[in-house]
């Protein structure tokens, strides 16, 4: 379970940095960072609606949460008893609010998250290709002290351009600080291509 800590410490970074903050925020009992606007939503249907609707005056998406691949097919509007002889639930996939932030906001400066068990860079750098990010942060979720409900976190950023910064392990707030600096780059350098 996601506790949201690189989220929100990435959030706080860009609105050091001067950024005007949007963060669609899951569930979670850390505070709302101060200058920060904040969306809370339930589902990865409401986690999308809100991305999107954010993307329409933003420059930049930094996607740090840890959606759900899947859902439910059906819900219950009752209490499933326990007397039920067996229980299958068909899932259904969720969408890819990366994938269709691309292709609706091709402008946009994206950076994704790859919270990875096993195969990181290669996992990592097929969520980069597939879903044409400008860096994807790898973030092996085994790794002591890295991954969900813990202040720090050891990443690769892997760049569209073939760029690999692997970072040591360090404080979240740290690594939000790194990620934020990549953006202020490469916001640099679409100015000045536009």
């Known amino acids: ?37 904040r969306i809370d ?13 954010a993307c329409e005056t933003a420059d930049a ?4 949460a840890a959606v759900a691949d899947f859902r439910p097919e059906t819900t219950s509007s009752q209490k499933i008893k326990k007397e039920t002889a067996t229980l299958t639930l068909p899932l259904a996939r969720t969408a890819d609010i990366l994938k269709d932030v691309a292709a609706r906001f091709p402008q946009l ?8 068990s096993e195969r990181l ?38 760049h569209r351009d073939g760029r690999v910064d692997a970072l040591p392990l360090l404080s979240k707030a740290e690594v939000a600080e790194h990620i934020i600096a990549v953006v202020r780059d490469l916001l ?7």
């Open 1 to 37: 379970r996601s506790s949201g800590k690189m989220g929100y410490a990435v959030a706080i970074a860009a609105r050091d940095a001067g950024a005007e903050v949007t963060l669609v925020s899951a569930p979670s009992e850390l505070p709302t960072p101060a200058g920060v606007t």
């Open 61 to 64: 998406l930094i996607m740090a």
């Open 188 to 194: 640099g350098e679409k100015r000045h291509t536009d």
């Open 109 to 116: 400066v994206k950076i994704g998250f790859a919270a990875e």
């Open 121 to 158: 860079l290669s996992h990592a750098r097929a969520k980069l290709d597939g879903k044409k990010l400008d860096v994807i942060v790898a973030n092996d979720i085994t790794a002591a002290g890295s991954g969900f409900g813990v202040d720090t976190n050891q990443v690769t950023l892997l």
């Open 41 to 53: 939503v339930e589902t990865a249907a409401q986690m999308h609606a809100a991305v999107l609707s």
